[in-house]
């Protein structure tokens, strides 16, 4: 059973950093394309980052130069490296796995509150 399971939301002040884990079972992360999407209270979904089977990267301008997504594939999981936090990273982080453009299993999110 294909499953992703997302943890690490927090609390944590302005200009501080939170990395996010999303262990995956039931398939081979490091197969698939792997992202991680955000919605903000009272906003829409915004995708926030890729990472390709071959290992390329890719990220939201909004969080460039601040947040890193990688993966562990002898544990099966992928991460997101949140640094430079601000307000307007409040959300609640999904992970997803992809296939051919879907956005194919969804976790059930972990919440990042940014605040003071």
């Known amino acids: 059973q294909v499953q992703v399971v997302e943890s690490g939301g927090d609390l944590v002040q302005p200009g501080g950093s939170l990395r996010l884990s999303c262990v995956a079972s039931?398939?081979?992360?490091?197969?698939?394309?792997m992202t991680w999407v955000r919605q903000a209270p009272g906003k829409g979904l915004e995708w926030v980052s890729d990472i390709w089977s071959g290992g390329n990267t890719y990220y939201a301008d909004s969080v460039k130069g601040r947040f890193t997504i990688s993966r562990d594939n002898a544990k099966n999981t992928l991460y997101l490296q949140m640094n430079s936090l601000k307000p307007e990273d409040t959300a609640v982080y999904y992970c997803v796995k992809r296939k051919t453009g879907l956005y194919d299993y969804w976790g059930q999110g972990t919440r990042v509150t940014v605040s003071s």
């Open positions: 039931g398939f081979t992360l490091n197969f698939y394309t």
